[in-house]
Nanobody, 125 residues
Framework: QVQLVESGGGSVQTGGSLRLSCVAS????????MAWFRQAPGKEREGIAR????????DYYGSGKDRLTISIDNAKNTAYLQIYSLKPEDTAMYYC??????????????????WGQGTQVSVSS
């Protein structure tokens, strides 16, 4: 059974940065692909970054992708999401997700089998 635990969210001012962490436990094979999604109030959950653990290949999606960096520390079973130049529209719950298989389009929530509980990011102007 895979468990994902996010941390690192908080309240920041516009222009600040945050690094979110996602610790995975359980089957390593089932977390071959790890991703970050976000869900703003009243909006659908959307994928923003994905990483392939064995090779470190990354994918990004959405208008804010130039302000994101996803990375992995396989020894710690931890994925990170660095968000730069935060804006009020980045305010959302950020979720970590994982899956064994590659599937397109990867940024759809139904493509991932395992989910964390989320960490809240609030950006004030």
């Amino acid at each position: 059974q895979v468990q994902l635990v996010e941390s690192g969210g908080g309240s920041v001012q516009t222009g600040g940065s945050l690094r979110l962490s996602c610790v995975a436990s359980g089957s390593t094979a089932d977390t071959t692909y790890m991703a970050w999604f976000r869900q703003a109030p009243g909006k659908e959950r959307e994928g923003i970054a994905r990483i392939y653990r064995p090779g470190g290949t990354t994918d990004y999606y959405g208008s804010g992708k130039d302000r994101l960096t996803i990375s992995i520390d396989n020894a710690k079973n931890t994925a990170y999401l660095q968000i730069y130049s935060l804006k009020p529209e980045d305010t959302a719950m950020y979720y970590c997700a994982a899956n064994r298989w590659n599937s397109y389009p990867w940024f759809e929530p139904r493509k991932f089998a395992y989910w964390g509980q989320g960490t809240q990011v609030s950006v004030s102007s």
